[in-house]
């Protein structure tokens, strides 16, 4: 039974796009014992052809696919109507391609291989930004807030990470080592109180910040 409401007895949906077979049935099983209904789709191609008339959840989408890559996907779903939070799935090296995702609307994205509570983390603020109009508002609020005491070379560090630049292109434009850069990197995250680079990506997008133009 698929519709523009919740079904299956008002649970949570989520539509979770993966070529591999081994990511889908690791997810499906973490998710499902968490208490969500998951639906399962092998390409981005597949998913697209039933996205209008799924159910309104949570989708979590590979970057990486044949036939259509994440980013592709993400952006026919903004064209088609299809306005359901997003959690982009990435391999090993792929931050600047979750940058993009995420100033494309992500809500959050998840390096492979990843832990069940980083899942369900994300999942959890995925519904949370479907149920609460008001919570991008609050979310710049204090985002602002956090960003407001950092030093002026930390927020350029993170106004690079923002845009997907790795640490020796930051430590370039602005002249110094990268060694100084992990330094700043680390005391930045530390001040946001954030454990991962995505927490800390978050922050940076709801800050304003990542808006370099391409």
């Given at each position: 039974?698929?519709?523009r409401?919740?079904n299956?007895?008002d649970r949570?949906?989520?539509?979770l ?5 081994s990511i ?12 969500y209904d998951?639906?399962t789709?092998a ?6 052809k ?9 989708v979590?989408?590979?970057v ?8 592709e996907?993400?952006?026919a779903?903004?064209a088609?109507?299809?306005n359901m939070?997003v959690?982009v799935?990435t391999g090993?090296?792929?931050?600047s391609?979750?940058?993009?995702a995420?100033?494309?609307?992500a809500?959050?994205f998840?390096?492979?291989?990843f832990e069940k509570?980083?899942l369900l983390?994300?999942?959890?603020r995925a ?5 609460d109009v008001?919570?991008r508002t609050?979310?710049t609020?204090?985002?602002?807030v956090?960003?407001?005491?950092l030093t002026?070379?930390e ?17 370039y434009?602005l002249?110094?080592?990268?060694r100084?850069?992990?330094?700043h990197?680390a ?9 991962n680079?995505?927490?800390?990506l978050r922050?940076?997008?709801a800050?304003?910040m ?5």
């Open positions: 039974m698929r519709g409401r919740r299956m007895g949570r949906v989520i539509h796009v993966d070529d591999e077979e889908r049935k690791a997810a499906s099983f973490a998710l499902k014992t968490a208490g998951v639906v789709y390409s981005g191609v597949e998913f697209l039933e996205a209008k008339s799924a159910a309104v959840g949570c979590i989408l590979d990486r696919m044949p036939e259509m890559d994440g980013l996907i993400q952006a779903m903004a088609r109507g299809v939070p959690i799935l090993h090296g792929d931050v391609v979750a940058v993009q995420m100033k494309g609307g809500v959050d998840l390096e492979k291989p509570a980083a983390g994300a999942v959890s519904f949370a930004r479907l149920d008001d919570l609050l979310e609020s204090e985002a602002g956090r960003v407001a005491a002026p070379r927020r350029e560090v993170m106004e690079g990470l923002a845009n997907g630049l790795p640490n020796k292109t930051i430590a434009d002249g110094c080592s990268s100084t850069v992990e330094v990197r005391s930045l995250m530390a001040k946001l109180e954030v454990r680079l995505s927490e800390a922050i940076a997008f800050a304003g990542g808006r370099k133009p391409k």
